[in-house]
């Protein structure tokens, strides 16, 4: 199982980013997709997850209103479109993983916890 993360690099505040998720060797119909960031010296926090079926998604409270997940079926990727970066919004982007049965058994879908696949990384860089 792979997922290759793209789409990060240096804009002005104010401005947009898409942020790109390839996901390959397994299907993953019963998958929480989530964004991860994490910034230096803080903990990594969900930025916003869907079920690939895309009857749910979720945001953190910092994003909402900016931010968009989704996913194209047919290239099995699941997208972030951030709009009105701010400086705040800097960090490593993460994409991940993790099945659903995971988060109705009980973990909470805004915790690493609950995704057991991760892509490698891309950072996101806002200037002021």
Partial sequence: VQLQASGGGLVQAGGSLRLSCAASGRTFSSYMMGWFRQAPGKERELVACMTWSGRSAHY???VKGRFTISRDNAKNTVHLQMNTLKPEDTAVY??????????????????SDAYNYWGQGTQVTVSS
């Fill in 94 to 111: 993460y994409c991940a993983a993790g099945p659903l049965r995971t988060i109705y058994a009980g973990t909470e879908y805004y915790k």
């Fill in 60 to 62: 953190a409270d910092s």
